[in-house]
């Protein structure tokens, strides 16, 4: 049975080098027989300000309804997006908020600390581009988008393995450096499936 996967770009443009990061996995993974399905958020209709407090949990969207649907699909998530001012881009914050909802992708037990995991049994890449070398962003920064996508959301709720593929510094990177990347992720893709 193919493995099945779903790519989430989670960043509002589709035609970027994140876009064209996440068409190179996507063709490396189909190539490998695996089962893929491509989300874009910039192009879901949903309000990423909606209430989310617990006591009013707003009415899901069709597109997020929808997205739930593939994620509980997948075996596998894969999320390509920029660090952007040290954390994820908004667009992607604001789907997680609407989409991995209580009831969805966590239950909180009455009168405890613990939780349910919803989502266990997927596994997660995070692809990411920054404009920071590696090193810095790690040691200096402490990493907060990679710690907020894989501990305080994925990890949270059930998602594990997840794996973080770093891609940069994209300032000032060549062409060459850039088909570089593009095939060392479609390598990536192909390895999944």
């Not at 790690?138 to 959301?153: A, D, E, L, S």
Request: charged share 20%.
């Amino acid at each position: 049975m193919p493995k099945k996967i779903l790519v989430i770009l989670g960043q509002p443009q589709r035609h970027s080098y994140g876009g064209a990061l996440m068409q190179s996995y996507v063709e490396g993974a189909r190539a490998a027989g695996a089962d893929v399905k491509e989300l874009y958020l910039g192009d879901l209709k949903f309000d990423p300000l909606a209430t989310t407090s617990l006591a009013h949990l707003a009415e899901l969207e069709p597109d997020l309804a929808d997205a739930q649907q593939a994620i509980k699909w997948a075996d596998h998530l894969v999320f390509v997006y920029p660090i952007w001012w040290g954390t994820i881009p908004a667009l992607l914050k604001g789907f997680i908020e609407r989409a991995f909802l209580p009831g969805f992708a966590v239950n909180f037990r009455e009168k405890s600390l613990l939780w349910d995991k919803l989502l266990s049994g997927r596994s997660a890449r995070l692809i990411v581009t920054l404009n920071t070398p590696s090193w810095i962003y790690r040691w200096y920064f402490g990493r907060p988008g990679h710690n907020t996508m894989k501990k305080t959301i994925l990890e949270f709720c059930g998602i594990r393995p997840v794996r973080i593929t770093e891609v940069g510094p994209m300032k000032n990177s060549t062409e060459a450096r850039r088909k570089q990347w593009l095939e060392q992720v479609r390598a990536l893709g192909a390895g999944q499936a």
